[in-house]
């Protein structure tokens, strides 16, 4: 079995040639992202973790794409896979470097916070603005955390973004 260190590594490789390559606009690509990630999550389930090719893939795009971004907000709600939506994101917060996880280790936050781990989540957060202080949802939620607001709004949230956000993203596909 491979170290994370190795995987990691392997990512960037990925990461490096994939450079350019992803296209916010691509409808279909985004599409096709976004049933990745479905399956990834349910694939977590069942012991197989994400490929470094996915991982360098959902990295690009979530850093790319703020719809794509929100979707991962949202997998916490969806059906067949919502239990291994927190394993998913770990994981790929365990293996990319942080200058290219922000966008997945701020949703991340969201997870560790609707779990009642607060002091947790606000570590992420700090992790975070070290790398970009301007990330803006970075800034919202450390405003969120710091009002101490209920836990159960990360899924409130969640659950009024996703529909919305699967629908720009296979609207857009068609």
């Known amino acids: 079995m491979q170290t994370i260190d190795e995987i990691r590594d392997l990512v960037d490789i990925e990461l490096l040639s994939l450079a350019g390559g992803y296209s916010p606009d691509d409808a279909e690509n985004n599409m096709r992202i976004v049933n ?3 399956k990834s999550v349910k694939d977590m389930g069942k012991g197989i973790y994400p490929k470094p090719e996915h991982i360098a893939e959902v990295a690009l795009a979530t850093n790319g794409n703020l719809q ?38 701020a949703v ?3 997870y560790i916070y609707e779990l009642g781990k607060k002091d947790a989540a606000n570590e992420v957060l700090v992790e975070i603005l070290e790398v970009n202080p301007t990330y803006s949802l970075t800034l919202l939620l450390q405003r969120w955390f710091a009002n101490d607001v ?18 720009n993203i296979e609207g857009g596909a068609k």
Do not use: N, W
């Not at 709004?153 to 956000?165: D, F, G, K, R």
């Open 36 to 38: 990745d990630i479905r």
């Open 68 to 105: 794509m971004r929100d979707f991962l907000l949202g997998l916490r709600i969806e059906k067949d896979i919502a239990e291994h939506s927190f394993d998913y994101l770990h994981y790929l917060g365990l293996v990319l470097k942080k200058e290219i996880c922000v966008p997945i280790a």
């Open 108 to 110: 991340f936050s969201t």
């Open 150 to 167: 209920p836990t159960e709004t990360m899924s409130e949230m969640a659950e009024q973004l996703h529909s919305a956000v699967i629908k």
